[in-house]
């Protein structure tokens, strides 16, 4: 059974860093083919992908967020790191991981981020 | 950024054909995919590539299209078919429309 959670902060002050972590099951990351992305969507809004990491570590971020983004996966390749720098209230959304190289077959529940001073 | 378009919001009755249109601002050839999203959960993987419906969805869902113009079917139409739609494409990076809002009657 393929599962993914994400957790995070909650809140934090514009200017600082977010991280975000993506644990999952059901699968392992150093499977060939293996990826997973990062997606966010505000309340009420589409959604809007941020970055991806695939099995062999290569990374992939979304060109307009680019130099404010890094994404990350730990050894046992259970789990994906997010970090977004220099937060502003536009950041203010809820954040998925997702399982997928093309279309996204698994999303975690989200987790929940407000950017407020 | 290849930019999705979708119509707002549609209203249909139950057991109607309603279909949802996406289309995007160049080709994405079959790189497109349609989710379903209900108040308060995640996006739920409906369509790949296009045409192909993901294990686990009722056939009353099925896609199609290719290029720059796809179309998401649902027939017959449940009320438990109220929800948020979205197309998204993976040809270009990865990006999806503004979603379609389904109301059943």
């Known amino acids: 059974q393929v599962t993914l959670k994400e957790s995070g902060p909650g809140m934090l002050q514009p200017s600082k860093t977010l991280s975000l972590t993506c644990s999952f099951s059901?699968?392992?990351?150093?499977?060939?083919?293996?990826?997973v992305s990062w997606i966010r969507q505000p309340s009420g809004k589409s959604l809007e992908w941020l970055a991806a990491?695939?099995?062999?570590?290569?990374?992939y971020y979304n060109p307009s967020l680019k130099s404010r983004l890094t994404v990350s996966k730990d050894t046992s390749n259970t789990q994906v790191f997010l970090k977004i720098t220099s937060v502003d209230i536009a950041d203010t959304a809820t954040y998925y991981c997702?399982?997928?190289?093309?279309?996204?077959?698994?999303w975690g529940q989200g987790v929940m981020v407000t950017v407020s001073s | 950024d290849t930019v999705l378009t979708q119509s707002p919001a549609l209203a249909v009755s139950p057991g109607e054909r309603v279909t949802i249109s996406c289309r995007a601002s160049?080709?994405?050839?079959?790189?497109m995919h349609w989710y379903q999203q209900k108040p308060g959960q995640q996006p739920k993987l409906l369509i790949y590539?296009?045409?192909n419906l993901e294990s686990g969805v009722p056939a009353r869902f099925s896609g199609s299209g290719s290029g720059t113009d796809f179309t998401l079917t649902i027939d017959p139409v449940e009320a438990d078919d109220t929800a948020t739609y979205f197309c998204?494409?993976?040809?270009?990076?990865?990006?999806f429309g503004s979603g379609t809002k389904l109301e059943i009657k």
């Open positions: 997702a399982r997928g190289a093309t279309s996204f077959d698994y």
């Open positions: 059901g699968f392992s990351l150093s499977t060939s083919g293996m990826v």
């Open positions: 990491i695939d099995w062999d570590g290569d990374k």
């Open positions: 160049e080709s994405v050839s079959t790189g």
């Open positions: 590539g296009a045409s």
């Open positions: 998204q494409q993976s040809w270009n990076d990865f990006t």
